[in-house]
């Protein structure tokens, strides 16, 4: 017979009795209010941390969540995961929320609910490489580290210079960014810009054009499938700023390329502050073997009914690219099962050329991988497009020893430019200059 534990004899306590001797012996009439989402002995925040006032999610993009502080008067953040329907799949690794507390004042966030599950597996969307930012005005933001706690918790520590701050993962991109954008391009002569539909809720999707559209090459770049990974929004708008300035350089090349880019496939995600999926529950991209359902995922349907059609006019995408954010950085080369010589000899020309022209150096994914269902192995599949995902490491921007930012990332988009020029000048019957 074993002899009896102390944690055996422990359990047999009745749980409110303990409780109970405890509370009597120590006199904290808060204790109970200590577990968590235990409300019925409610607590004033001011008793725990009087210089916190309140989390505001009231603006564009901010993240869905709830918040309380702990007996230690650190703000707990419970972010609402992201489902995907008719899967086990759900996602958190999107924040942004504004904290409102008393200038001077110092505050201590955790972050809950990072549990995710991937492609049916177990995942965690942070690491201790996880950067955090923060900006007073939502438009300067500056990087602060943070640490893992209990392995799904994320903490930092944040100061406050006025009355509020906004914190969010990486720095954001909104729709009302995209819409500056447009306004400042649209009247450009070598611009077009074109309504291909709407999502869910009903916003509209459209495609860019930079360059003639009778250039002999054409490229395509996709932004923003995944709401919570701004960097390819930032990356199109460096691309596009930069090929619209006036110079010798961008003349040769939009006499090669013309690029056509759907800036914001999910829209409605973006504006609800959700990390992955459309408004039904969809992955933009998964699925991409088969023809979208219009109703569930009328962001992928409008876009294929594109790529159809561009087909039937006769001037096919050559290139098209998905741009992501994770937390490594790399070329996504998916290998489905027909002939992939010609493809994976095109994305290894691509690869080498972001290699000598950016400051990428992440590398590809190789051997046997694949992805099914994602959009680069639909579009070579489907269509006969040399497609691929290109990840963006959100946190670390190893070719530069910094950390991410709008800034950098509009860089590799401008350093893109020389990247397609060079990819189809190869391809071309043009002299070589
Ligand atoms: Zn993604």
Redesign the pocket.
């Known amino acids: 017979m074993k002899p009896k534990s102390k944690t055996r004899w422990n359990s047999k306590i009745p749980t409110w009795l303990f409780l109970g001797f405890l509370q009597a012996a120590s006199g904290l009439d808060v204790l109970e209010n200590r577990l968590i989402g235990d409300v019925s002995k409610p607590v004033n925040p001011a008793e725990l941390n009087p210089n916190f006032h309140y989390i505001d999610t009231s603006f564009e993009n901010a993240s869905p969540l709830w918040y309380e502080l702990d007996e230690r008067g650190r703000i707990q953040i419970h972010l609402n995961y992201d489902l995907e329907r008719e899967s086990p799949n759900r996602a958190n690794g999107h924040w942004h929320f504004k904290l409102q507390a008393t200038p001077g004042s110092k505050h201590t966030i955790v972050l809950n609910n990072l549990n995710n599950v991937w492609n049916g597996k177990p995942g965690v969307p942070v690491s201790n490489r996880t950067i955090c930012k923060v900006s007073e005005d939502g438009r300067v933001w500056r990087t602060i580290e943070t640490e893992i706690e209990h392995l799904d918790q994320l903490v930092f520590e944040v100061e406050m210079r006025q009355s509020h701050l906004y914190i969010a993962h990486v720095e954001p991109y909104r729709i009302s960014d995209l819409e500056i954008l447009k306004n400042q391009i649209t009247d450009h002569p070598l611009v077009d810009i074109r309504e291909i539909g709407s999502t869910v809720q009903g916003r509209s999707l459209e495609i860019i054009r930079v360059g003639k559209d009778t250039a002999p090459y054409r490229v395509f770049l996709r932004g923003r ?2 709401p ?2 701004p960097g390819g929004n930032w990356v199109i708008q460096g691309l596009i700023q930069s090929l619209l300035e006036e110079s010798s350089e961008n003349q040769t090349y939009l006499n090669l390329y013309a690029v056509y880019i759907l800036p914001m496939a999910n829209k409605d995600g973006v504006a609800a502050g959700k990390t ?1 999926f459309n408004m039904m529950g969809k992955d933009l ?1 998964r699925n991409w073997d088969k023809p979208a359902d219009p109703a569930l995922c009328p962001e992928n349907h409008y876009l294929e009914k594109w790529f159809q059609s561009m087909i039937d006019q006769g001037t096919p995408i050559h290139m098209a690219m ?1 741009l ?3 937390q490594s950085g790399r070329i996504h080369v998916s290998r489905p099962n027909i002939d992939l010589d010609a493809y994976l000899d095109r994305m290894k020309r691509y690869e080498a050329l972001m290699r000598k022209h950016t400051w990428f150096t992440e590398g590809s994914t190789g051997g046997s991988f694949r992805n099914p269902g994602t959009i680069g192995e639909g579009l070579l599949e489907r269509y006969g497009i040399t497609a691929f ?1 290109q ?1 963006l490491n959100a946190n670390w921007i190893e070719g530069l020893q910094q950390h991410t930012s709008g800034k950098n990332w509009h860089l590799l988009g401008s350093q893109m430019r020389r990247v397609f020029f060079e990819f189809f000048l190869a391809e071309s019957n043009i002299p070589k200059p």
Request: glycine share 0%.
């Open positions: 499938a995944h919570w990974e992955r991209n998905d992501h954010n994770d995902v990840e």
